[in-house]
Structure formats: C-alpha cells, structure tokens
C-alpha cells in the first residue's frame, strides 16, 4: 500500500481562515551554543489542512480527541467539480451524484479545483481561494445528513459558501460581484438564497449531527478524481480541541502508485512538488467568466 498526500504545505505563508491566527514561528534553542534546534509556534486551528471538530459550533459535540480511527479512516467518494462550478457558483448533489458514486457512510471529498488559487500554486490568488469558492445551499446539507456521511473534505477555504459566511460583510468588492451572479444565475439576491435560516450551515446545522468537515485540502487531490477509494484524515488526538491541522491521504496499491506517478510526472508542479493539472483552471476561468458576463 502506498500513501497519495491530499495536504497543503504548511508555513508562516499559508494564509489562515480570515480573522483567524497564522502561524507564527520562532527559535528558541539553536544548535550553537543549546546543541539543538528548537522552535515555538504560535498558531489557530484553522490554518492549513484542518478538520473542524464538532464543538467549532456545537457546544455538547464531541472534541477531536473523541474521534474513533474508523470514523477518520473509511471508503471515500473522491469528486470533481471543477468542470460544473466556477467563482461563486453554488454545488448539488445532483453534481456530485453524476460523477461518482456516493455510498451511505462514506467520506466525501470535494475537488472544486480552488486548491488552485493556494499560496504555493502558480495560479496564486488567496481572494479566489477564500471568497470566490463555490458551495452549497441547504439541499445538499439534507442529502449528506440523509447519506449519513462520515465527513466532508473540500479543496478550499471553507465548506460553506463563502457568500453564506461573515465574509459576505467583510469584502463588500466581492459580494458586489457575487450578487451579480447570484441574479443572473438564480434570478434572487443573495440574501434571499443565502437568508438568516441558513448562515454557515455546513456548520451549524451538520456538527450537532457529526457530520464534520475538513477544509483546505490539496496535494496531489488532482490525480485522484472522480472515483471512490480509501482515505484518512490524521488530526492530533487533541483534548478540548475544537479543530486540528492534521494530514489528509488517499490509499492506493503499490501498482497504482505507479501509474499515478507516472502522471504526476507529466504535470506541472507547485512550488513544493504537488501535481497542478492547469485543465481545471482553465474551466473555472471559462465558467467564472460566463458567470460575471
């Protein structure tokens, strides 16, 4: 068995959740005259490669410490949306239902292909990669719950809608242009989409069901699409902890690896090896564009 990494890079440069604490690293101890290197770090949960525990939003849930290996380590639905949803576009399960088979009790792991727009990728853009993500609406909120899937995985910031987060407050520019879009494709205002009864509810009305999410998944995600498999997620076993930066992988066999490598090999590279298939930016740029037309 071999190990596919699904986790972005982690540094003073990855940008956290907006608001939240970067990481911030410092020396305390170093080999000349201590002997040894030493270093402290200061930092949120919500940086990087992260699980969100129930207790994020949901005070009788479940800390990360609480979670069983079996829940964090099952067949997974891996699917590309890359080629349905572009900058602010909302996603169904019907999208998802199209392109991969969905089990009850799976993991699911989302590729909108914003890992794209990371900090370590040639297409940098963090405003794309936190505001301009796609998301769902409720109705896939009820799908999951009634698939009752183990967790969700998405390749950007956040598993809501960043338009159904305080975002939409926070970058008035861009929730401009979302309202554009949300007319033109829906034919309603985002606060009629997005209205009060459903404000962050891939967090608020999933977690007290135990249905959690990782966000800000990457690495080679890009090999690996539309297809089912096994996955991890591996947080600390982090008592009280309401999240956990962790590492995310996919489980394939020695032959596949193979194969796989073979086709990263082929591909463009971000600035710390992980393949960048440039095709999904390329439909995102053309769905985006159609979008704000």
């Known amino acids: 068995m071999k190990f596919i990494d699904l986790t972005i890079p982690l540094g003073v440069a990855t940008p956290a959740w907006p608001t939240y604490e970067p990481l911030q690293l410092k020396y305390f101890k170093r080999l000349a005259?201590?002997?040894?290197?030493?270093?402290?770090?200061?930092?949120?949960?919500?940086?990087?490669?992260?699980?969100d525990g129930e207790i994020h939003f949901h005070t009788p849930g479940?800390?990360?410490?609480?979670?069983?290996?079996?829940?964090?380590?099952?067949?997974?639905?891996?699917?590309?949306?890359?080629?349905?949803?572009?900058?602010?576009?909302?996603?169904?399960?019907?999208?998802?239902?199209?392109?991969?088979?969905?089990?009850?009790?799976?993991i699911?792991?989302?590729?909108?292909?914003?890992?794209?727009?990371?900090?370590?990728?040639?297409?940098?853009?963090?405003?794309?990669?936190?505001?301009?993500?796609?998301?769902?609406?409720r109705e896939f909120a009820e799908w999951a719950k009634a698939k009752k899937l183990r967790w969700i995985g998405v390749d950007c910031g956040s598993a809501d809608h960043p338009m159904n987060t305080i975002i939409r407050d926070w970058m008035p520019r861009q929730t401009r242009e979302a309202e554009r879009v949300f007319k033109k494709k829906f034919g309603k205002a985002l606060a009629e989409v997005f209205d009060d009864t459903k404000y962050q509810l891939m967090h608020l009305e999933m977690f007290p069901h135990g249905i959690i999410h990782a966000e800000c998944l990457g690495g080679d995600i890009d090999l690996l699409l539309n297809r089912r498999m096994t996955v991890g997620f591996l947080p600390w076993r982090f008592v009280d902890g309401e999240a956990s930066i962790g590492r995310c992988v996919a489980m394939v066999d020695d032959a596949e690896y193979e194969s796989l490598m073979a086709r990263k090999a082929e591909l463009p590279k971000t600035k710390f090896g992980d393949a960048s298939d440039p095709s999904h930016v390329e439909r995102l740029n053309e769905l985006s564009k159609a979008n704000q037309a």
């Not at 909108?112 to 998301?135: C, L, N, Q």
């Open 33 to 51: 005259p201590n002997g040894a290197n030493g270093q402290l770090l200061t930092h949120s949960n919500h940086l990087g490669t992260h699980l």
């Open 62 to 106: 479940k800390d990360i410490a609480s979670l069983e290996m079996d829940f964090l380590i099952h067949d997974a639905a891996i699917v590309d949306l890359s080629d349905a949803c572009g900058d602010y576009d909302i996603y169904t399960s019907k999208m998802v239902e199209e392109r991969v088979e969905v089990r009850e009790g799976d």
């Open 108 to 137: 699911l792991i989302i590729h909108t292909g914003y890992h794209h727009f990371g900090w370590d990728s040639p297409y940098a853009d963090e405003i794309r990669y936190m505001v301009k993500h796609p998301g769902p609406d």
